[in-house]
């Protein structure tokens, strides 16, 4: 992935976004799942990185917010999260 500089996010009064929503199929271990990733201000820290994961045949899903000091900082988690997830087999939807 592209060092958290050059990552193109937009901008939402006045925060970067970053968005990432992966996937992973397989029919044969009956693995249906999806995960997502974001960074973005919660109700008690400027900057967090959101995760969310759950069965894509199943209205059943987790959330966590995993607080950070900065947003550089925030992008850095994220990215290795995403990184983790890839080396997993997840994919990123497009």
């Not at 996010?9 to 970067?16: A, C, I, K, L, R």
């Not at 109700?43 to 959330?63: I, S």
Request: glycine share 4%; hydrophobic share 40%.
């Amino acid at each position: 992935m592209n060092s958290p500089k050059n990552i193109a996010s937009p901008q939402y009064f006045g925060y970067s976004v970053f968005m990432v929503l992966l996937y992973r199929i397989s029919p044969q271990e009956n693995m249906n799942r999806w995960y997502f990733v974001g960074v973005q201000p919660t109700l008690f820290d400027p900057y967090a990185v959101v995760v969310a994961w759950g069965r894509r045949d199943n209205e059943f899903q987790r959330w966590r917010a995993i607080p950070a000091t900065s947003p550089e900082q925030a992008l850095l988690l994220a990215q290795k999260i995403v990184q983790h997830k890839l080396r997993r087999g997840y994919q990123i939807t497009v």
